[in-house]
């Protein structure tokens, strides 16, 4: 079993700021890549930003120049800093990890989601 836990979620007007972040544990062999997605009423999920075991890093398009993912390897956890905020960045963020937990099992978890609003 994995457990993604996430926190950080909330109300911001506007322009302001919030940072998510994201423990994972339990059985985990190995972390090919952490991420954020993300899913608005009536919307289809979609990637907000990705970092792999690497420290690659792959944001969608609608975030870059603005969000900012970070990973810690050794702890499983990934931040996500979210600047200059929008009320089209409401939605329901999840955490994702794709990885092994063992040497042939393949994961690909998800957290709860917390929820993000933009709002004056």
């Known amino acids: 079993q994995v457990q993604l836990v996430e926190s950080g979620g909330g109300l911001v007007q506007p322009g302001g700021s919030l940072r998510l972040s994201c423990a994972a544990s339990?059985?985990?062999?190995?972390?090919?890549?952490m991420g954020w997605f993300r899913q608005a009423p009536g919307k289809e999920r979609e990637l907000v930003a990705q970092?792999?075991?690497?420290?690659?890093?792959n944001y969608g398009d609608a975030v870059k120049g603005r969000f900012t993912i970070s990973r810690l390897n050794a702890k499983n956890t990934v931040d996500l800093q979210m600047n200059n905020l929008q009320p089209e960045d409401t939605a329901v963020y999840y955490c994702?990890?794709?990885?092994?937990?063992?040497?042939?099992?393949?994961?690909?978890?998800w957290g709860q989601g917390t929820l993000v609003t933009i709002s004056s």
């Open positions: 994702n990890l794709r990885g092994y937990s063992d040497v042939v099992t393949t994961l690909d978890e």
């Open positions: 339990g059985s985990i062999f190995r972390v090919v890549a």
């Open positions: 970092v792999t075991a690497g420290q690659s890093t």
